[in-house]
């Protein structure tokens, strides 16, 4: 790891930055000199003291002349502020990352601070310029007489050129549309993705929101074209304290975002567990039956098929939204399951065959219990929890959430954050965090096109909890087609992956009720070998094609294979897919698994065999709705 400091602390230098004008201006540009960001404070004039920033890529404008200001009930910090001192830093240092979507990472990046004080009043603004975009930061430092602060707004305003289009949702697990900037409503979700032109596309996120009001996005009533943040509810820090990353993500295409997409992990803090050993990544079912006999039949079949564990849902302890239900008993909610369940007897069934339990707790049972949870599952022997409708939004809720993660560590046991969280990267710091939902997922019964909306625009923040399922009739009454489902676990990252969703292993007890719908026994279809051999963590990624809402084909590697995934929207896609990401010394066999409607099965996916190397082809020609995947693996 090498790290570059060049530190200025300047009065003479503030000379330079000040023109006749009155205005400083500093600029920092990205390791590769590529963006630039420029930055000043206009000295006189009705926005005296207001920091403007602008962003360039080296060809154009990426952000136009906009503002940052900051409310708390005591002032607005912008106005009147002036620059006092101005220091630079070079970072330039590579992390592994064994639980993402790429094991290397580099972490890259130029850094200007700038301290702006009005009297005794002070605050810090951070920008930093990486190769994928920039950041933005504000630190309050310790002021004499005050060791708080009440923050009321933060405007912090992004200005385009044109009335781009943008992809909009209002809620994490909502619904997304195409609109341009100007038709966007209050509360639009991050990231916020904007397709400037055909070679360039720019995301809108948040970074590191650990104790902080969640950022959303509103239109700017001041600027034309143009988007401000807006907090989710009052913030209140003691000083000093540094915000949450404001980020503004660029690259040439919506797959090359994708790609770049570890900028949000970036920005936070390295690992802080010291033995991550006990982390596992893998595959999941889940156990809707809730008796002893569906746990062992489901421990089985995921020994069978290289999963690694076994979630138990909603009901293991009585109904989740009633108050009164104890996380600390097995107890069930009769309404779901007339048992038996010897939850104990399945742990340890589970464990001698190498496959981790994984218990579902709702919000309200975490929220009264967890300090009394933990421990105890510690002893019973599960290996993770799924938190069920968190809270989300307000800085209260946010801090617990995150305080929960921690302390779950501590006991050494995996999370998964389902409902309306989205990530903002505090997985790096706390990796046991592998994945959450904040997805309009499968069990949405979305179509491909809003798949392959999903992809380019919620999956920038990081890994999401799609439940993909298989034998449900949705997917192909209403979703798409079987080879897309397998194609899913390529192009949707999540360590944890939750496949089968609504579907029961051979010898479970079939559960049919109006709460779970219409339940699937688990067949030997052939190509339920890519779920066996498919990974859920990867040493490499390559969007391959990309169009957001029409269609993708993704290519991640691990150790010495690649898998493909290839998803479909609405219209007839044809792609003459190139193999120049394999090793050129070796050849390949590529196994490929694509819809087939002449098939007489039940599932109606053909499997091809084709031998292959970096100078080969193949083209690919896919139906609405259709899919498909490729496992290929060096021959020996």
Request: glycine share 8%; net charge negative; charged share 25%.
């Amino acid at each position: 790891m090498r790290i570059l400091y060049l530190t200025c602390c300047y009065c003479s230098l503030l000379l330079s930055m000040v023109s006749c004008s009155g205005i400083q201006t500093q600029e920092v540009q990205s390791p590769d000199g590529k963006i630039s960001c420029k930055i000043w404070s206009d000295q006189s004039g009705p926005d005296k003291g207001i920091v403007h920033y602008s962003i360039n890529d080296g060809m154009k404008e990426v952000i136009l002349p906009s503002s940052f200001q900051l409310t708390t009930t005591s002032l607005v910090y912008g106005k009147g502020f002036s620059i006092e001192k101005a220091e630079k830093e070079t970072v330039d240092k590579k992390w592994k990352n064994n639980f993402g979507e790429r094991k290397e990472i580099q972490d890259d990046y130029q850094q200007l601070k700038l301290f702006l004080a009005k009297g005794n009043n002070r605050i810090n603004f951070i920008c930093r310029v990486y190769n994928e975009g920039v950041a933005f930061s504000y630190e309050i430092p310790e002021e004499e007489g005050k060791d708080s602060v009440i923050i009321t707004d933060e405007d912090f305003s992004f200005r385009f050129k044109d009335d781009f289009p943008a992809w909009a949702t209002y809620k994490a697990q909502g619904k997304y549309e195409k609109v341009p900037l100007s038709k966007i409503k209050n509360g639009c979700e991050r990231p916020f993705v904007i397709e400037c032109d055909s070679n360039l596309t720019v995301a809108l996120a948040e970074a590191k929101l650990v104790d902080f009001a969640r950022m959303k996005f509103c239109p700017d009533s001041s600027e034309t074209n143009a988007v401000r943040t807006v907090l989710d509810g009052q913030v209140v820090n003691k000083l000093p304290f540094q915000s949450p990353w404001r980020v503004v993500m660029i690259a040439l295409s919506p797959g090359k975002l994708l790609e770049q997409d570890y900028l949000i992990q970036n920005l936070n803090d390295p690992c802080e567990i010291t033995d991550t050993s006990w982390i596992k990544p893998g595959k999941v079912i889940r156990e809707g039956t809730l008796t002893t006999r569906g746990g062992k039949a489901c421990i089985d079949f995921a020994g069978d098929h290289g999963m690694q564990y076994v979630e138990f849902d909603a009901g293991w302890y009585g109904p989740e939204n009633d108050p009164a239900s104890d996380a600390t008993t097995v107890t069930l909610d009769e309404k779901r399951s007339k048992g038996p369940l010897d939850l104990k007897e399945v742990i340890q069934y589970g464990k001698g065959k190498g496959i981790g339990v994984i218990l579902y707790v709702n919000c309200r049972a975490l929220e009264q219990q967890l300090d009394t949870l933990l421990p105890l599952y510690r002893s019973w022997g599960i290996a993770g929890i799924k938190y069920g409708f968190v809270q989300v939004g307000g800085q209260e809720y946010t801090r617990w959430l995150h305080e929960a993660v921690k302390k779950t560590a501590d006991y050494e046991m995996i999370v998964d954050i389902h409902d309306e969280y989205r990530p903002t990267g505090i997985s790096r710091t706390f990796p046991n965090l592998l994945t959450q939902e904040g997805i309009r997922g499968d069990e949405e019964s979305i179509p491909n096109s809003h798949t392959l909306i999903t992809m380019f625009t919620r999956m920038l923040a990081g890994a999401a909890d799609n439940t993909v399922c298989y034998y449900s009739d949705r997917v192909t009454e209403k979703m798409g087609s079987h080879a897309s489902q397998l194609a899913k676990t390529v192009c949707l990252f999540s360590p944890l992956q939750f496949l089968y969703w609504y579907d029961i292993p051979p010898l479970a007890p079939e559960k049919r009720d109006g709460l779970w719908g219409k339940t699937n026994m688990i067949g030997n279809e052939p190509e339920l070998d890519f779920f066996d051999q498919v990974p859920t963590v990867w040493d490499e990624t390559k969007v391959l094609e990309d169009k957001i809402g029409e269609f993708a084909i993704i290519a991640r590697r691990k150790g010495g294979q690649w898998f493909v995934g290839g998803i479909n929207g609405d219209n007839p896609s044809a792609f003459d897919l190139k193999f120049d990401f394999l090793d050129k010394e070796k050849k390949y066999i590529v196994k490929i698994y694509s819809d087939d409607p002449s098939l007489n099965t039940r599932t109606q996916v053909r499997i091809d065999e084709i031998q292959a190397d970096s100078h080969s082809d193949y083209q690919i020609n896919l139906r609405p709705g259709n899919g498909i995947a490729m496992q290929i693996s060096p021959v020996n």
